[in-house]
């Protein structure tokens, strides 16, 4: 598989291997558009995890003496990430963030494995499905109350209701299926009982 210049190759067998591969954002050149599409690309592949970085300015390292050429402006701490270039904005930077983030709860957690395979039938883009989430969290303040790992499935289904009201009950019975494949015994029948009740905001 080539994405940006980098071939990547699977043998055979790689569904026995644990697969982690990494997408760095603020790189030379690339705009929001082109990392959307590097994302889907590397999406397709269905990695075991797959991490969300910033590019980092290093001390003593060739990209710090591009800083200009490039327009790149990083943070003067650790991590020294970057924050802007002349090809992508602050405003992007910190999408991409909340991106990440929602990557990191929803993918990379296979909390939610047959949810977002159900999900990802409605998109086009499998950027535009963390895009969304990410959007939903801001504007239900999520970001700065952080839910627990048992609120997820609530907000979840809050999600789909909002933007697919139609299929709330079908993402139901999924998130149900998720959350039994992951708990057992009463913990597990009481979810399940309480999901059911349940009526999405």
Known sequence: VECRGIYIHFPRSYKNM?????????????DLSSFKK????????????????????????????????????????????????????????????????MVEMYYNSNQFPNTIAELEKLYKSPFAIYEDLAKFYEIHNYFTNYPA??????????????????LTEDFRETLIKDYLLRETGRKAQSFERDFREYIPE
């Open 18 to 30: 644990h697969i982690h591969l990494d997408l760095i954002a603020g790189l030379p050149y690339e």
């Open 38 to 101: 590097s994302f889907d690309d590397v999406y397709s592949l269905h990695p075991d995890q797959l991490q969300l970085g910033f590019l980092k300015v290093l001390h003593g390292t060739s990209i710090e003496d591009s800083v200009e050429e490039y327009g790149i402006v990083a943070k003067q701490e650790p991590p020294y990430e970057v924050l802007m270039t002349k090809y992508i904005t602050y405003d992007d930077v910190i999408l991409l963030k909340k991106v990440e983030e």
């Open 149 to 166: 790992r048992s609120q997820r499935y609530k907000i979840f289904l809050n999600f789909i209701h909002e933007y697919y009201s139609n």
